[in-house]
């Protein structure tokens, strides 16, 4: 299984799956990492085996470009209702 999440520090590495599990928010895979020498858990969203993302989502850059969009709409706003 790849760790797919853009802000996991294992982003892009295979990791061998012990056990999957359903808990309250979905399914989970329990990996081994470091050798077998530790355990983590990950969110089946967070892989390449969970759904594909929409395409209408926006990645990082999106949404500063948005952000910076509406503070400059919001700036305007203010300017002209000082004026």
């Known amino acids: 299984m790849v760790v797919t999440h853009p802000f996991h520090p294992l ?13 309250k928010g979905g ?7 470091d050798g077998g020498k530790r355990r983590i858990s990950l969110p089946q969203s967070w892989t390449d085996r969970g759904p594909q993302p ?26 002209t209702d000082r004026g």
């Open 54 to 79: 929409m395409p209408g989502r926006f990645a990082v850059d999106g949404l500063t470009a948005a952000r910076q969009l509406i503070d400059a709409i919001g700036s305007r706003l203010r300017d």
């Open 11 to 23: 982003v892009g590495q295979g990791l061998p799956v012990l056990f999957s599990a359903r808990m």
């Open 27 to 33: 399914l989970v895979f329990v990996c081994e990492i």
